[in-house]
Structure formats: structure tokens, C-alpha cells
């Protein structure tokens, strides 16, 4: 029997203690551990300064990914608006592959797109400015030289104009129709699967099309998404 394919996205794990680090711990090392492969669709991680600086910060959630691709879990990640800096250091460690964003996947016999979402937000003009420049490796390479305290403060900055982003028009940042439109026609696939938007959900796009949009996890809520031979389930994890 195949085993099913879980997806994650948008945990927003703090750098500190917290009951979604634990929450995240319970899943790596129960439903995990049963899954044939695991895709964390962006935004794991609140925010990832450097791989010397986030290795250590997620010391016991790494280790729990190493563990999980040395039983044969297949275990892919794809860089989200937050922690878009993870590096090949991540793969060194734990095992965890990174998969570009987008990317075409077969699941359970259905090919499906996966993104982290944000590449679809295109009414939203200045962030769509910001991640081209925040992804060229020039741009990286020169914030990486900076001393951490200031790595942090600008990280900071970054996480609160995204928070006061959540105040403007759904229209705005939302993802825009026609981008998925045109996706769906450049990579002829019946389904697309994505997070950021912190808006879950289940989409028609006509045509046999079907857009999933991942929750994202809160005090109150820590969910996946499970894809097997039955179907498709969103599966809510207890909380601490």
C-alpha cells in the first residue's frame, strides 16, 4: 500500500520556545515517521538569518528531520517570504531536500503544482519588487556579511510590515486569478497546492482544476494536509 504524503505550510516556528515547536516535534515524530514523503511548502521557520545562526536555533527540530530521512522518508522543502535564506547546509544536516518553488510533483497519481504561494500575490507591486531582489545571491551574500544583532533587527523590521500587510485589501494580498490561470496553462496540471496567504481553503478553478490553499498554524491550530489512495484530508493536530 503506498503511503500517504503529508503537507505543511506557514508554521512560522519562533526562534524561542514555544507550543508550535512542540506541536511541530509531535508530528515529526508520529505522523511523520509513517509517511512515505513530507513537503513543508515555506515559511517553517519565523525568520532564518544565516545557516550557522538558524542550525542551532532548530537544533531539536532538525535532528528530528535527520531522523526521519534516515528511516527513508522523503522529506522536501521549499523556501518561503521568511525563510527564503535556509541553505545547503540545511540538506548537508538533516537529509531534507530543497525543491524550487514552483515545482511539479506526482501525488498518489495526481501531478500536482506545489509553490509556497507568494509568487502569485502579484497585485501586491512592492513585495513582488522586494522578493526578486531579496533572492538574487548578491543580496544575500552581503547580508549574511552583516553582524547578527543587525541580521535580527532587519529581520524584525521585515516581520512587522508584514504583520500591518494583513490590514490592507483581500484583493491585494490574496493571489491573483489570472497568475493561476496562467500557471495551471504552463504546467498542465489538474491540481495546485500552496500556503502564504493564510487562508485555507478548497478552489474551483473550472476545467477539472482544483487550487488547495494550506492552513497556516496558530495558538489554536496546527494543521496538514494528507493525500493518499482516498483522497485528500486536512488533519488537525492537537495542540499543548
Known sequence: MTKPVLL?????LPAQASPLRETFI???EGPAREAGAIYLLGDLFEYWIGDAEGLLDYAREI???AA????GVEVYFMHGNRDFM???ALTEISGVQILPDPSVVELC???TLLSHGDLYCIDDLAYQRWRRFSRRPLAQWLYRQLPRTLRERIAGKLRGQSARKSMRPESIMDVNTGAIDRAFAAHQVPRLIHGHTHRPAEH???HGRQRIV???WRPDRAQYLRVDQQGVRRIDLPMT
Not at 505543511?8 to 512560522?12: E, G, K, V
Not at 526521519?68 to 528511516?71: I, K, M, Q, Y
Request: neutral net charge.
Open 63 to 65: 535532528s528530528r528531520l
Open 86 to 88: 535556509v541553505g545547503a
Open 214 to 216: 494550506l492552513a497556516d
Open 8 to 12: 505543511l505550510a506557514d508554521l512560522h
Open 204 to 206: 474551483d478553478h473550472g
Open 68 to 71: 526521519l530521512t534516515a528511516r
Open 26 to 28: 509531535r508530528f515529526l
Open 109 to 111: 497519481g495526481v501531478p
